[in-house]
């Protein structure tokens, strides 16, 4: 089918519509077809950001909040108390609000802003562009993906102003905690809309993954086969398979959990006494233990799901700034197709204390273990890429580079919690926080910046201004590093997750001191993300103009459509493709675009 | 550029149809939900206090029911690739209809489940077959309203449609939930 039937909608297939070739459309348009319903994937790509641009601060508030009470916890904040009432009698965090807070902080970062708004937006944008189709395989899907987002989006929020308070129990929503009403205030109403949401979640990432794949193996341009993909839509066409083959499983666990809430059912409980109500509860047979394998079946492929997208971004931002090739395209490839498989593998090693098997065990720490050979090839190419290149230190080009960092930093501490032994030990401790947060929340984060600084002039036809660029890099990567270094020595000193205050203890009270610096500079580092907010909102409307097609000299296709793209991306034909996304620094041309035919005295990389 | 554009779509054809597809990767996507409902249930049954049913009869006539659906299902195809548009409809209504009878039955073998005494209580077999089974009939339903929606598309006179495709990705999508339900079924069964 082509690409022009798929946009038309195939209804009429008596004759063949093709007149003239003409991709660009002038179907009127009105301001709901054109910015609210909208079909065209770039429209959706921005919806998808800009939502998930409002969700990143709302998150991003939160843990503000709750670095105020770990950073100062026996200082009293009266303001606190106009803004959140009864959360903060008296100018201090309440016990409930801060589980409740870190719980939101999880869901809301993992799910709201690094999986829908980072493939989400990514996905939609770069999908049709890179590949050279008009549209996704389905623009009316990807349209309802983004409103399933969105009614998900309105559920979670309207969950913080319930009078029990959004869902308390962690982003992981273990029962009993997440399955007995009365076992806290975030276990009630909070709970039950948390669940709903995520539902909406499962099914909009869904909508969504399963456009990305199909568009991504069916829509393609004459002549791009599958290894001439720049590295952004392998990584992309990876998440999806991640996100449409894991999030069913995660929505089957939540099934079994609203049973278990509100049907009776023992899926998930087994010999409880509540201690709020002073009552033994008749549930019997259940497991805990079988929740957490559904969930971390999705929970771990999450992380790559996150990871991904940025991964890919990184790889093409970073040779076309290098002005290189980019070092080892196939090991490239099947470097994400390895952490792709075993992302499936390994989700037992979150449940090494939980009584799971030893000898089970083992075999997880094993296949953990081997992610870290993937990971140090792609982490080895991207240096090599680097290597001797002829670097533009442009913003989107420091936070690749600044991506790659993180990930070497925070990869390596995995190699320690993959290990079962050293877990007993580290297991639910801020090690854990430091390694997660470095590794795929700031990381992953770096991705996305890098992606919105390169790509916005090809989103919005203006640049983001650089100056401000600049400045957003350097506080967060070094108050990246602030932050999550030192928590890696509270770690190892035992220092628990989750917990409110640890001044009444000797062992983490030396710890004082270092809370209050780490609280600090996370608040530095949140307004400078809101610094790049300004900068992004402003540049849509007064950055600097695009006056060229291809501003950063890049090969692929979507810097030969025009530099305000219509619905339908290309003016008349879509262009053929003739060789890899990298040709960069060849034959003493700075770039040579995919669309240039192979010359007759050169040879094509393969 | 009209050879060009000839050769594109030649080339394009050869490939499946990008909604094919689409329902085959969310085929997949179905099947990992049930995988993991029923590998759930296979590491509860070495449970203690796993607590085993005696199927209804109903089961059995709701199997047979949903296979002659698809029977019913895979005729309308043919049919609607003859051009004989009236028994396609006829076809499809009574797929349809075999669709909510296999619903119906599902819930009279549910009831006389329920009033043999395997309640929500727990988290035996009996839990799992409700929870699965009404996971199944989701699916079956969604089936039956896209064939109602087919049904009268297939009425509509301003358009005549002749693209086999709709058609084909509703059979596809009819068979899967028959073999999901065979499936399903085998594996109570079996595993009890």
Redesign the interface.
Known sequence: ??NEA?LHG??V??H?A?H??HGEHHHHETFISKYVFSMDHKMIAKQFLITGIIWAILGGLMSVLFRLQLGFPDATFPWLENILGHWAKGGKIQPEFYYALVTMHGTVLVFFVLTAGLSGTFANFLIPLQIGARDM??PF?NMLSYWFFFMSSVVMVSSLFIQTGPASGGWTSYPPLSALGDASLGSKTGMDLWLISMALFVVSS?LG???Y???I???RT?GMSMTRLPLTIWALFFTAVLG??????L???F??LL?DRH?????YLSDIFLASTQKAL?N????AI?YQ??FW?LGHPEVYIILLPAMGMVSEVMSTNARKPIFGYMAMVGSIFAITILAFLVWAHHMFVTGLNPFLGSFFVLLTLLIAVPSAIKVFNWLTTLWRGNIRFTPAMLFAIGFVSLFISGGLTGIWLGNSSLDIHLHDTYFVIAHFHIVMGVASFFGMFCGVYHWFPKMYGRYLNNTMGYIHFWITIVGAYLIFWPMHYEGLAGMPRRYLDYSGWASFNQFGGLNHFISIVSMIVFAVQLLFVFNFFYSIFKGRRVKTENPWGSNTLEWTTPIHPGHGNWVG?IPEVHRWAYDYGKDGREFISQTEPISANESEHH | MNIAMNEQVSEQKKRIHPHKFTLWVGLASVIMMFAGLTSAYIVKRSAASWITIEFPRAFWYSTVVMLASSLTMQMALRDFKQRDMAKYRRLLTYTALLGVLFIVLQFVGFSKLWKSGTTFEGSGEGQFLYIIAGLHILHVLGGVVALLIMFLKAFSAKKKNYDAIPVEVMSTYWHFVDVLWIYLFVFFLTMA
């Open positions: 089918m082509s798929i195939s209804e297939s008596t063949e093709h003239d070739g395989a389905s899907m869904l993954g399963l456009n794949i199909s568009t193996l069916n829509m004459k449409v083959l894991s999030f069913p499983v929505l089957s666990g099934i079994l049973f049907a009776g059912t023992s899926f008749p019997e047979g259940g497991s079988l394998h559904l079946f034909e």
